[in-house]
Nanobody, 127 residues
Framework: QVSLVESGGGSEQAGGSLRLSCTMS????????MAWFRQAPGKKREGVAY??????????VADSVKDRFSLYKDNAVKNTVHLQMRSLKSEDSAMYYC??????????????????WGQGTQVVVSN
């Protein structure tokens, strides 16, 4: 049984930093597409960043946040990724979800293709 657990959300002032973590358990394959999405109240869910976790896998960060966010694997803990968020803005406030797709060596932001989701972690950025 594959499951995802997010951590690291919370409240932060604008300009601050947070690091979100996602650990996937129950998967022993070579690689998976692990992605972060976020959804603010009244808004559509949007893809923030993704990484294919196999060696040499691609990482992508959405244009809207690429100058402030980064995504990387934890080389010590398998199937764990971290979303480092810097220079936070109030518009970054949202529920952040980690998702995984295990179907093959590709990664994307189409949320309907992800079969596994975490419960979400709330990020609140205040001015």
């Amino acid at each position: 049984q594959v499951s995802l657990v997010e951590s690291g959300g919370g409240s932060e002032q604008a300009g601050g930093s947070l690091r979100l973590s996602c650990t996937m358990s129950g998967f022993s394959g070579e690689g998976a597409c692990m992605a972060w999405f976020r959804q603010a109240p009244g808004k559509k869910r949007e893809g923030v960043a993704y990484i294919y976790t196999a060696l040499g896998g691609r990482t992508h960060v959405a244009d809207s946040v690429k100058d402030r966010f980064s995504l990387y694997k934890d080389n010590a803990v398998k199937n764990t990724v971290h979303l480092q968020m810097r220079s936070l803005k109030s518009e970054d406030s949202a529920m952040y979800y980690c998702a995984a797709d295990l179907s093959g060596p590709k990664c994307y932001y189409q949320d309907y293709l992800f079969g596994y989701w975490g419960q979400g972690t709330q990020v609140v950025v205040s001015n």
